[in-house]
């Protein structure tokens, strides 16, 4: 499979040279055209008006605040190389795929990620077909979950209404329990490049998820608490699946290792200040210095884009700013951190250090990263990206493969994902239907800009600092 990934790759150039020439010709033709034709069509996440396989042409979702969350004016891809409108005949099947990301909501900032990965993907994959000579197409219907569980739930069953069996995303847990009985209920498949909660690891369902689950992440954050000479935690949660769940494998795996687990705090997700929650925190950490040095305790954050109002509550407190803070899966990457000079500042001064599972550094991952920044004009901040763009390849490669039936799907995707070699590397289902054992890698603030720090390699179970 990663030969024919490459060979696609070989060909974007060209299909961005034809695109544009024909870009060229639109362009003039609309400046003798009369207002008010028919809109231009694209594989991308947009409304088409093109017949789909599983949606008729009023049925079509759209994704146009989608595109305007993510910084594009286009929903598509097809000025970026491959897909779009000029790579499909027009007696093509458009097989439609349900898209759920937090393009609002506590996730925003990875649903802007999420969404590049899918788009990329989605050019590339339709180019793939193309030069395969297959008949179909992949058309992404994108909606907006504003991280909701209940908005999840009222999207899946529109996609379900719609005919739309095949899901990429949501992007949290509790979105998923949310819609999971659903899914399995209506012979549904859904594919999740983010949701970790271990109990959400069922052999035997419809559901996927492109990244390992929280008991890999909550062994690896015990580790690096041992590593930097942490002796006791207060931890600060979400209170929900995710957060509840990844508390709970961290907390035992840390005392597995000798480590307090002090008293902690636990949310409501729906705040936005945290004023009351900062001063019982730096309450919890002042019982602690009676018996451990400063750099002995640490704070763990287990939270979404809200750190960042957390980080500017925290500041008012000057034993919360004088010891080591320690960052989930959620926290890393968060543009609303950096984008915040408070909150910045704040995880600059601590030391915050976050953690997320480590892509690989193929050619897959650079070509995909560098097509990233091309287009956001930026780099990636987390490995979702990769996750998203992965996650639709080893759906249409199964498609490919199998055919259209989702139990089908289902059957032949594990397959598919061991023998297909993407931008997070080699990598393989458990049982479960979640990635498999992970080296992950941690990021700290510096300069205002999320840096990477050190790495955990699972196969020894040691941190290694990459200054070293």
């Known amino acids: 499979m990663a030969g024919s990934y490459e060979a696609i790759l070989n060909k974007i150039a060209i299909y961005a040279i034809i695109g544009a020439a024909i870009a060229i010709g639109i362009a003039a033709a609309a400046v003798s055209a009369p207002t008010g034709g028919p809109a231009d069509t694209d594989t991308g996440m947009q409304q088409e008006d093109t017949v789909a396989t599983t949606t008729t042409p009023e049925d079509a979702g759209t994704a146009g605040d989608i595109s305007e969350a993510a910084g594009e004016d286009d929903a598509g891809g097809s000025d970026n190389g491959g897909g779009g409108s000029d790579a499909t ?20 900032s990875y649903g802007v ?61 509790a979105e998923i329990r949310n819609i999971m009985a659903y899914v399995n209920s209506n012979n549904m498949l859904l594919i999740s490049p983010s949701s970790t909660s271990p109990k959400l690891a069922i052999p035997g369902d419809n559901i996927f998820r492109f990244v390992p689950d929280d008991s890999k992440q909550g062994a690896v954050i015990a580790a690096l608490l041992e590593d930097r000479g942490i002796k006791a935690i207060v931890t600060i949660y979400r209170g929900d699946i995710w957060g509840d769940g990844l508390f709970e ?62 980080f500017n509550s925290a500041v008012e407190y000057e034993n919360l700013q004088s010891i080591p803070w320690i960052g989930s899966e959620g926290v890393t990457g968060a543009h609303t951190i950096v984008d915040d000079e408070r909150a910045a500042k704040f995880a600059e001064s601590t030391g915050l250090m976050a953690l997320q599972f480590s892509a690989s550094d193929n050619d897959v ?20 990206v990769y996750a998203s763009y992965d996650s639709l390849w080893a759906l249409g490669l199964a498609m490919e493969a199998a055919g259209f039936d989702v139990q089908d799907i289902i059957e032949q995707l594990p397959d598919t994902v061991t023998g297909h070699t993407g931008a997070l590397g080699n990598v393989m289902f458990n049982e479960a239907g979640d990635l498999g054992v992970t080296d992950y890698e941690f990021l700290i603030v510096a300069d205002g800009q999320w840096a990477p720090a050190a790495r955990y390699d699972a196969a020894t179970g040691e941190i290694v600092d990459y200054q070293e």
């Open 365 to 384: 991952f650079k070509d995909v990263r560098d097509e990233y920044e091309r287009r956001s004009g930026a780099t990636p901040n987390n490995n979702y």
């Open 89 to 108: 005949p027009s007696d093509a099947r458009m097989v439609d795929v349900g898209v759920l990301i937090p393009v609002t909501g506590d996730l925003a």
């Open 249 to 310: 494998t961290t907390k035992a795996a840390f005392e597995d290792r000798g480590g307090i687990v002090a008293e902690g705090i636990r949310y409501n997700p729906e705040i936005t200040t945290f004023s009351s929650e900062m001063h019982a925190l730096s309450g919890l950490v002042a019982k602690l210095h009676d018996t451990y040095g400063r750099d002995e305790i640490g704070v763990l954050l287990i939270s979404f884009d809200e750190a960042s109002h957390l």
């Open 113 to 173: 990620d999420t969404k590049y990965g899918l788009d990329m993907a989605s050019d590339h994959f339709n180019a793939y077909l193309q030069d395969s000579g297959a008949d179909w197409r992949m058309r992404l219907v994108a909606e907006d979950t504003q991280t909701n569980p209940i908005i999840a739930l009222e999207k899946t069953q529109s996609f379900d209404s719609k005919g739309i069996k095949y899901i990429l995303g949501p992007s949290s847990s």
